[in-house]
């Protein structure tokens, strides 16, 4: 190359060399953006809306946050993305602050070119949520809140919000959190106008703070506080009562499992049954039983585990919304004995002795073993009597609350075992029993007596201070020695009714007078029942109650077999049945003519026979001879004693012929021989199947009469 090209392209690097060195207009070195981010503010709280400007095509974009400024985190947060060519125009994207810590971040408009991203535009801005400070945006949509100022149980937070609402949150905040961002969601709803019910009793007594948090299309909140006082003590009214009542009634004293029936006036979802002892400062309830939806319940409280003392009962129940209706009664629990007394009675006897309470309400009890019935009455000294009635103790005993005076307790033998055994226990407050005497005999009460009556005098102790036994009022005998026996000779008597009174003055004071009343005949109704036979007493029973008067002759004829027909007609006299409807046909071999069929009428329709089934109909086999299985099971039907008979369905006898006792006779058979109304034959056999005697009839009915059974109405 020549010198002077060499020249030429010198000069032309220098020139391009001073050109780059030279200031350019702006308007050379501006390149158009494809995208913009603007953000409503410099400090964001709550949700807020950031505005996206797509200024050119792009195959996508997204929107990223940074905790710092850049380049302090390599992480980062996508708060939205779109991956598609992006319109041109004006997008918005709201998101939740709240859902990034508080502090500098950095948000970054990327562009997607392939599978790269690359920053478009950048914003460093405060996120800043404390408790206090206003939302940048808040929103659009508004709403009511509305409470009772204070709440006690279960309470309504009714919410009222605008159509724009598309959802809103109701929280609650205790005062011990209050300046903190810690809420607690309680209820969520997007209705217009909404109900929530609040069970305040899982909350803390206190000052809460309960916030409605209203949300628009946008997510953006506005949100309403209002402040109520929970206040749950012991004794205060429910605020808002349940619509589901309830009736609560117990006993004054209790002890032992108390059984307690709970009735609603509805369908309640749950109720709950506590204790309260009416003595602490506390205040602390104690559960008895709980339960869910029902109409009706029955629960037991076992107050065997609770302490002696007086209680405050509380039954509460919820309604559908959980609104609590709460009623309440006071109890006594009394489990400690304070005074027990056993006693062993014969049948027939009559038992009297004084009780003294002090110090307040006493719980009486009246127990005894299986198959024991008594007339029992209490009454104050010089009062009226409190209760009298027949009762079998072991399936129902007799319980009183009786306050602090003095009583006298009587209790007769209606229907027992040999032997049987009563108790009397009291609990509470101090009680104690003052035993005094018995007049006993072993014969039956109210028969009749031939000759020398035979009676035992058993003075109790504490010993009688001064006593005395007589007849009918006649002179008075000195009080024996316990366990003496006398003879009093019945023939001087006339005939008739007599009673034998034994007195007794205790040394607190009580005069107590046990009567055994008897009845003198010392003439034969009939020729052939003597004075050696068993059932004589039974047979002069029937005689003098018209149910059995003999025959033409003068005689009884015991030995001869029983007829069904006939048995029909003395079960239906000795138990006073009506006899004066018509037969209405119930058997095919009972005629309306028939003398017995006004009789096989009645125990019919008592429910005391049944019949025989054929392919025909029903049978009563009125001639046929009545069986002592069949005499039995009739007799204790009258008697009406199915506790017993359920009580028996397993004893057994130790009789040869026990296993010819077929099965559905067995409990009266068995209870027949425990009650001396079924003797014995030949060989201590049962002969459940034989034909019944006229006697052994006799003696049945008999026993049943002179227990108070089977009474003439």
């Given at each position: 190359m020549s010198l002077r090209w060499k020249r030429l392209a010198a000069m032309l690097l220098t020139a391009?060399?001073?050109?780059?060195?030279?200031?350019?207009?702006?308007?050379?070195l501006a390149v158009t953006p494809k995208m913009k981010l603007t953000?409503?503010?410099?400090?964001?709280?709550?949700?807020?809306?950031?505005?996206?400007?797509?200024?050119?095509?792009?195959?996508?974009?997204?929107?990223?946050?940074?905790?710092?400024?850049?380049?302090?985190?390599?992480?980062?947060?996508?708060?939205?993305?779109?991956?598609?060519?992006?319109?041109?125009?004006?997008?918005?994207?709201?998101?939740?602050?709240?859902?990034f810590k508080d502090g500098v971040w950095t948000l970054s408009l990327e562009e997607r070119v392939g599978s790269t991203w690359g920053t478009v535009d950048q914003v460093t801005i405060t996120f800043d949520n404390r408790p206090g400070v206003p939302l940048t945006e808040p929103g659009t949509a508004f709403g009511t809140i509305s409470i009772v100022p204070v709440a006690t149980g279960t309470v309504a937070v009714k919410v009222n919000v605008d159509n724009t609402a598309v959802e809103w949150d109701l929280l609650k905040q205790p005062a011990s959190q209050a300046g903190?961002?810690?809420?607690?969601?309680?209820?969520?709803?997007?209705?217009?106008?909404?109900?929530?019910?609040?069970?305040?009793?899982?909350e803390a007594n206190g000052q809460f703070t309960l916030r409605l948090e209203i949300f628009d299309t946008n997510r953006h909140s506005q949100y309403y506080d209002v402040v109520v006082m929970v206040d749950n003590r012991w004794g205060l009214p429910q605020t808002e009562p349940g619509t589901v009542t309830a009736q609560l009634t117990l006993p004054k004293i209790v002890s032992g499992a108390l059984p307690i029936d709970l009735n609603f006036s509805g369908i309640a979802r749950a109720w709950r049954l506590q204790y309260i002892d009416v003595a602490s400062e506390t205040g602390r309830t104690s559960s008895i039983a709980a339960g869910q939806a029902g109409a009706a319940n029955s629960v037991a409280w076992v107050t065997t585990g609770t302490a002696d003392g007086t209680y405050l009962v509380v039954l509460e129940v919820e309604d559908e919304n959980r609104h609590i209706y709460q009623t309440t009664t006071t109890t006594t629990v009394a489990n400690k004995v304070t005074s027990t007394l056993q006693q062993v009675i014969e049948a027939g006897e009559e038992?009297?002795?004084?009780?003294?309470?002090?110090?307040?309400?006493?719980?009486?009890?009246l127990s005894s073993t299986p198959l024991g019935y008594y007339q029992v009455s209490v009454r104050p000294v010089d009062g009226e009597n409190l209760v009298s009635e027949r009762l079998h103790p072991l399936s129902n005993p007799l319980q009183l609350d009786l306050p602090a005076g003095k009583y006298v307790i009587s209790i007769r033998s209606l229907f027992t075992l040999p032997a049987s055994k009563y108790t009397i226990e009291m609990k509470g407050a101090t009680a104690y029993t003052i035993p005094l005497a018995k007049l006993t005999t072993n014969l039956p009460l109210t028969m009749r007596q031939v000759g020398a009556l035979p009676v035992l005098i058993a003075p109790k102790s504490p010993r009688p201070s001064e006593g005395a036994w007589y007849v009918d009022g006649a002179?008075?005998?000195?009080?024996?020695?316990?366990?003496?026996?006398?003879?009093?000779?019945?023939?001087?008597?006339?005939?008739?009714?007599?009673?034998?009174?034994?007195?007794?003055v205790n040394p607190v004071g009580f005069t107590v007078l046990s009567n055994f009343p008897f009845v003198v005949d010392n003439n034969r109704s009939f020729t052939d029942v003597d004075d050696t036979h068993a059932a004589r007493w039974a047979v002069e029973l029937l005689k003098d109650m018209q149910i059995s008067?003999?025959?033409?002759?003068?005689?009884?004829?015991?030995?001869?077999?029983?007829?069904?027909?006939?048995?029909?007609?003395?079960?239906?006299?000795?138990?006073?049945?009506?006899?004066?409807?018509?037969?209405?046909?119930?058997?095919?071999?009972?005629?309306?003519?028939?003398?017995?069929?006004?009789?096989?009428?009645?125990?019919?329709r008592a429910g005391l026979v049944k019949g025989y089934e054929t392919e025909t109909g029903f049978v009563y086999n009125p001639e046929a001879p009545v069986t002592r299985a069949e005499m039995m099971v009739m007799l204790l039907r009258a008697a009406d004693v199915p506790e017993m008979l359920a009580a028996q369905k397993s004893t057994t006898l130790s009789n040869v012929d026990?296993?010819?006792?077929?099965?559905?006779?067995?409990?009266?058979?068995?209870?027949?021989?425990?009650?001396?109304?079924?003797?014995?034959r030949y060989g201590k056999r049962l002969e459940p199947n034989s034909p019944a005697e006229r006697g052994e009839v006799a003696l049945a009915l008999g026993r049943l009469l002179l227990n108070g059974q089977l009474q003439v109405r």
């Open positions: 391009a060399v001073l050109l780059t060195l030279l200031p350019m207009p702006a308007s050379v953000l409503p503010a410099n400090i964001l709280t709550g949700v807020i809306g950031a505005r996206i400007d797509i200024l050119q095509s792009v195959e996508g974009w997204r929107l990223v946050a940074e905790l710092g400024r850049p380049g302090d985190y390599p992480t980062k947060q996508t708060i939205y993305t779109l991956n598609k060519d992006a319109v041109l125009g004006t997008q918005y994207v709201h998101f939740d602050t709240k859902r903190t961002d810690t809420w607690v969601r309680m209820y969520s709803s997007a209705l217009r106008e909404d109900t929530y019910h609040w069970y305040t009793r899982s038992h009297q002795f004084p009780i003294a309470v002090a110090g307040g309400l006493t719980s009486f009890t002179a008075r005998n000195t009080l024996l020695n316990p366990d003496s026996t006398v003879n009093v000779d019945t023939r001087p008597m006339a005939d008739g009714r007599h009673v034998m009174t034994l007195q007794a008067n003999g025959y033409a002759d003068g005689s009884f004829k015991p030995a001869n077999t029983v007829t069904r027909a006939e048995l029909a007609k003395l079960l239906a006299l000795a138990a006073g049945l009506d006899v004066s409807k018509p037969y209405a046909g119930a058997f095919g071999d009972v005629a309306a003519t028939d003398w017995f069929a006004p009789y096989v009428e009645a125990v019919y026990w296993r010819d006792v077929q099965e559905w006779a067995r409990p009266s058979i068995y209870i027949g021989m425990k009650m001396n109304m079924l003797t014995e």
